[in-house]
């Protein structure tokens, strides 16, 4: 299991978000926990593009799998995000601009998400 990304200067954050699409999923798991099927329905998107997606951020430690459901069969896993890094201003002065661009970025997608 990954260790969560606590700091705005790790590079698995710049990764993490730095896909739109990771962008959105990362905050609706935010909201609540849901299943890639779940997540593929709502953005409109395959669900192998999510998975993948999903996959990234678990493997960056930016979400985890909370339980396992069967569902016809098969195994859904459903995930849900773990903390975002809080961001002091001492680590702010010390970011990297990519990170700051990142983080300014996904921030700017969220909210226009909820608009």
Partial sequence: ?????TSLDDPRY???LGHPLRVRIF????????SPV???RAIDATLGTVAYHVRTLKDLGMVELVTERRVRGA???VYRAKARPRV???AWAGAPSMAKQV???STL?????YA
């Fill in 1 to 5: 299991m990954s260790q969560p990304i």
């Fill in 14 to 16: 710049v990764k993490a």
């Fill in 27 to 34: 905050a609706m798991l935010s909201e609540r926990s849901a």
């Fill in 38 to 40: 779940e997540l593929a």
């Fill in 75 to 77: 195994v859904e896993h």
């Fill in 88 to 90: 002091t201003d001492e």
């Fill in 103 to 105: 983080a300014v970025d």
């Fill in 109 to 113: 997608q969220i909210i226009h998400e």
